[in-house]
């Protein structure tokens, strides 16, 4: 079939008019959704400010300057107010850690001329082997005391009971020792009115001042300044330095390891010694 020149003129003619007419109806579909998106974000945008319409915030507060330059302080730094001799009479302190002792070995050693016997901690622990380690070192003439383990977050009055309610000083040679390690999540009031009521009561009931045990760092940290009429068992592990605190207080005895060995006692054992001029007699509970 034969079309004509005419014909091919109306074909073309109907394609083109069909095709703007197609493009003006995509252009207007789209126009209408672009407004309608438009018109939907104004409403959000409307929802938004009046729903969630945030505080203007206050001017900024400027506070007085002061009428003078605060005062300079100065760093703390932590040095020995007295240098310490060497030592010459050695020690140990012993608990149920170290199982059980032979003691008639311990004596040959000289090595443990004096001991500690731990005896309570906290407000009802007693150490299990703190009656059989007592009797057998006065048995053998070691010079012997006892210390007891403070915890910062029970009462003082209620360790108190718990130590002279197993607390012979009649079996004692040496001081009584207070040993404090640890601050507890307490105040620092509550720490401090703690252990300055269990350490005057054993002065008050005993008759003697005990002797506080503790750590270079702790001391540093939260004794400092406090205690200076005691005397003082420090620990630091370090046999070549010797204990240097930041206040002048006596420092008598130094545990200077906990790995240490003596004869009788099965695996290691904490250390110690007297410094200084101090000799066994400053150790010794007074007699009356």
């Not at 959000?44 to 507060?61: C, F, R, S, T, W």
Request: glycine share 6%.
């Amino acid at each position: 079939m034969c079309i004509s020149r005419n014909g091919y003129r109306v074909i073309f003619h109907h394609l083109f008019v069909r095709t703007i007419v197609f493009g003006i109806l995509l252009f207007a579909g789209i126009n209408v959704f672009v407004y309608a998106d438009k018109k939907h974000g104004k409403e959000i945008e409307k929802h938004y400010a009046q729903e969630y319409v945030l505080p203007i915030p206050d001017p900024l507060y400027k506070p007085d300057r002061p009428a003078a330059p605060v005062s300079y302080i100065p760093e703390i730094r932590f040095y020995s107010v007295r240098p310490h001799k060497s030592p010459s009479i050695y020690g140990i302190d012993v608990s149920h850690h170290q199982g059980s002792i032979n003691w008639d070995m311990v004596a040959t050693d000289p090595n443990a001329s004096f001991v500690y016997i731990k005896g309570t901690e906290s407000s009802s622990h007693v150490d299990d082997e703190y009656q059989r380690n007592i009797r057998e070192a006065r048995r053998l003439g070691i010079p012997v005391g006892t210390y007891h383990f403070f915890n910062p977050k029970a009462s003082g009055l209620i360790q108190f009971e718990n130590f002279s309610s197993n607390f012979d000083i009649k079996m004692q040679d040496l001081i009584p020792v207070v040993d404090v390690e640890h601050r507890g999540r307490v105040s620092y009031g509550h720490f401090h009115s703690q252990l300055k009521f269990f350490l005057e009561e054993v002065e008050r009931v005993y008759g003697v001042r005990p002797i506080i045990y503790t750590g270079v760092n702790f001391y540093n940290s939260y004794l400092s300044g406090m205690y200076k009429k005691y005397k003082f068992f420090i620990a630091r592990y370090n046999a070549e330095e010797q204990p240097e605190l930041c206040d002048d207080v006596p420092i008598v005895l130094w545990q200077f390891t906990s790995q240490g060995y003596v004869n009788g006692i099965k695996g290691h054992v904490d250390r110690s010694c007297l410094l200084d001029n101090y000799s066994l007699q400053d150790i010794l509970i007074p007699q009356k």
